[in-house]
């Protein structure tokens, strides 16, 4: 085993010591071999203080002691309130992705190497001293040799590594967890790893990013409710992305937004409106907007305008995911629940053999309560949270697609109930899915899809052909070893033939022609 690695496993071992996070495993129902391996752990044996922490705050802590890679994992297990208890889900959430910058001469030999120039060279401008510092990356201010002014983001030296260690240790607990315990194996941990180590891989490859923003800027070109800055393609690398520098405030920053009489009615409305664009006519949302991650532009302040940032993490849905979503959504608020029961089981959302009137009657149980609230204090993220939570007693499989909506969609609505909290969700959100249902079964949608079928159609007989051709194969191979031993065919033939002249009287003396005739015979026959 590598040093780095028993020295990782040391580091985690104190750290779990530390804040006592072996309890909270204990308290899980372990089998009796592993309640026993408790006993040999030595620490135990000692008398402990108890810490006057929640069990949520413990395991927050011992991820922020534990570094920027666990700090971000954490991040993503926050998400998944679908899976984890709720008080530990909320300390999470607060988890803060605040980490000391690395040297600048790292950064700038780094950018030197990946563009292959020096920076004198290639910015008219560049700031050493970091703008901002995540745990993934770190992000420089610069101005281009043409005086255009913008940030050069640079990925932590020496992270992949790191990353894999962490990761491989991260996988030996989710499996042991899955092996020792049945509410282990319902939180699925094993697919939790699975997902985190696609994500911040993903975090790694700043093209990546770059390509995210390009397809969100075009999206959302001229539009008035949101703006993402350009990408200098010829600046960009693997580690390296150069991208234009925004000059706007912080959505979180409400004095600032009054100050320059934001109709902050209007910003909500907006939040909520360029989610609903982004999932249902693009299918490409941006899944990591936090506040972070959010500024207003200062432009316009009757008709503000978003700008977003950091498009490292992007989700999408299919169409029938859309639909399936749409059509629920929909059913949700007009509480008919049996057509919401009817669409989880014919979406595959849940298994088909669920019983819809055993379902209709849970998710009345859930949500009749929620509305008895007026509607503008009903939360959406929250009942979509529920639904899901609900499903998972039918054995609802677990959609990264709809986890990743659902975090976006909890982001959106806390950020808009901010911002205006009057906020009614579901009346700015209605008219637009109600529209956009009614765009699916227009004419001219129709005539698209039959459009798009109809481009399908050499494809699919190229693929009808190259099959028939396949079956066919072992015929022809067949029929070419038929050719191929036609001359001992022929041999065969003319010994049985030769034998026949000699005579085939049953007498000792004429076995040579009997001889020839077995000879051709079997050659004549044998494939």
Known sequence: MKLLAVRRLLRIQRVVIRYQLDEMLFELPLPFWLRALSCLLPWRWLPRKPLGLSRGARLRLALEDLGPIFIKFGQLLSTRRDLLPPD???ELARLQDQVPPFPEEQAIALIERQLGAPVSELFARFDSQPLASASVAQVHAAQLKSGEQVVVKVVRPGLKPVIRQDLAWLFLIARIAEKASADARRLRPVEVVSDYEKTIYDELDLLREAANASQLRRNFDGSPLLYVPQVYWD?????????????????????????????????AERGVEIFFTQVFRDSFFHADMHPGNIFVSTRTPWSPQYIAIDCGIIGSLTDEDQDYLARNLIAFFKRDYRKVAQLHIDSGWVPADTKVNEFEAAIRTVCEPIFEKPLKDISFGQLLLRLFQTARRFNMEVQPQLVLLQKTLLNIEGLG?????????????QPFLERWMRERISPLHLLRNLQQQAEQVPHLSQIARDTLERLQQPVQVQTTASRDHWPLRLLGAALIGAGAMQGLAPLLATWPAWLMVGGGLYLILRR
């Open 235 to 267: 600046l960009c690398r693997h580690q390296v992305l150069v991208m234009e520098r925004i000059y706007g405030i912080p959505v979180t920053d409400l004095a600032t937004l009054a100050d320059q009489r934001t109709d902050m009615k209007l910003l």
């Open 88 to 90: 530990i889900a909320d």
């Open 417 to 429: 109930r901010q911002l205006y909290p009057d906020l009614d969700l579901w009346s700015t959100a």
